[in-house]
Each structure stands twice: as C-alpha cells, then as structure tokens.
T-cell receptor
Framework: QVQLVQSGPEVKKPGASVKVSCKAS????????IHWVRQAPGQGLEWMGI????????NYAQEFQGRVIITSDTSTNTVYMELNTLKSEDTAVYFC????????????WGRGTLVSVAS | IVLTQSPGTLSLSPGDRATLSCRAS???????LAWYQQKPGQAPRFLMA???SRATDIPDRFSASGSGTDFTLSISRLEPEDFAVYYC?????????FGQGTKVEIK
C-alpha cells in the first residue's frame, strides 16, 4: 500500500534550519510529484511547494521563496524539505503529500512532522 | 487565488444533510478544485477532485459540484465519522491554495 513515512518531531531555535524527510513506498516513486503543506497549531493548511522527483524541478510558494529547499533522492525514494532562518511562526505540522501530475489533485498524505521553534 | 469557505462552523445532527460552500476570488482553472476531510491529529483525507469526482472508497453520500468561482460539497446523511473539518483546495493555478476550513460539529 502507499506510504509516505516522515521523519520525527524537531525542536529548533529561531534562526536555525530544519530538514524533514518523506520516504515513499508502495508506488513508483518517479511517477508522482511530492508537495509540502504545513499547518500551524489550530490553523488551516498552507501549501509550500512541489517537486518532480524524477527531474528535480521545483516550484515554491512566494512566501517561502529563498527560505525553503525541496530535494529528492531517487536512490532511496525520499524527498527532503529544508526550511532556513526559522521563526516562531514556523511552528507547525509539516505534511508531505503526492499528486500524479503538476496540476492534479493531491491524493495521499504523510502523517506529518511537528516542527517547534522556540528560544 | 483566495478560497473562502462558509460557514465557519456547521452544527448538525447525525442523519442531517450538510452543505459546505467554497468561493474563489477568481475562476478556478478547469474546475481544478478538491475537497479534503481532516480529523484532529490526522492528515487530511482526499474526498473529491475536479470539483465533482469522488476519490476511491469515498461513500456516495458525499457529492460535490460547482465551476468557475462557486463550489459546494454536500453530505447527504451525516454519519458519526463525518464530523470533522473540511477544506477546499484549488490546484489549477500556482500557488496552490486552501480554504480556511469548515468545521462540521455535532449539534
């Protein structure tokens, strides 16, 4: 079955960086795009960006441009999301999710990774 | 594209019909609008794509419609497991965006 297994919770200080992983299994990795979506405590969903794991092509939401890097490793079927210069407002659950096309619906989500930013 | 969902909260009883609205600030390309259900502590669950196509294993009490800027998700007869937060999501224009959610709670 499809699985998107994310790395464990992180606690970071303001100004630091965090790198969250998302390991895919149960489907052909290069045939699906991976998105990152975050959810602050008690808030809604916010789309951060997308990667084509096969080509490495990415697209980021303007809000995160210059601060987020999404990469993929086809040898391990893993996608990474690195967020730099963390602020307290970055405290959120970060989800990876997949879609079968750049402009197609997200059909499966990972369970999420809590990133807490506090001094 | 800004998506505005209404109402913010819907208080209903099991067996009731639920009607959720999602309005876009501009036309959603090719009806590329999806709906997700989220329960506390869980990831969102995919319900609908392309404004009206049910995802795999989604019961037929869920239906959706709409085009352009106005979209609706309906749940014909609420089951206990349907009480959750529902989000609409447009994926036709970058950046993708989500509505702020509608909470369907037990009255």
């Amino acid at each position: 079955q499809v699985q998107l297994v994310q790395s464990g919770p992180e606690v970071k200080k303001p100004g630091a960086s965090v790198k969250v992983s998302c390991k895919a299994s149960g489907y052909t990795f290069v045939n699906y795009y991976i998105h990152w979506v975050r959810q602050a405590p008690g808030q809604g969903l916010e789309w951060m960006g997308i990667i084509n794991p096969s080509s490495g092509a990415t697209n980021y939401a303007q809000e995160f441009q210059g601060r987020v890097i999404i990469t993929s490793d086809t040898s391990t079927n893993t996608v990474y999301m690195e967020l730099n210069t963390l602020k307290s407002e970055d405290t959120a659950v970060y989800f990876c999710a997949r879609s079968s096309g750049w402009y197609l619906a997200i059909d499966y989500w990972g369970r999420g990774t809590l990133v807490s930013v506090a001094s | 594209i800004v998506l505005t969902q209404s109402p913010g909260t819907l208080s209903l009883s099991p067996g009731d019909r639920a009607t959720l609205s999602c309005r876009a600030s501009q036309s959603v390309d090719s009806g590329h609008l999806a709906w997700y259900q989220q329960k506390p502590g869980q990831a969102p669950r995919f319900l609908m794509a392309d404004a009206s196509s049910r995802a795999t294993d989604i019961p037929d009490r869920f239906s959706a419609s709409g085009s352009g800027t106005d979209f609706t998700l309906s749940i014909s007869r609420l089951e206990p497991e349907d009480f959750a937060v529902y989000y609409c999501h447009q994926y036709g224009t970058s950046p993708r965006t989500f509505g702020q959610g509608t909470k369907v709670e037990i009255k």
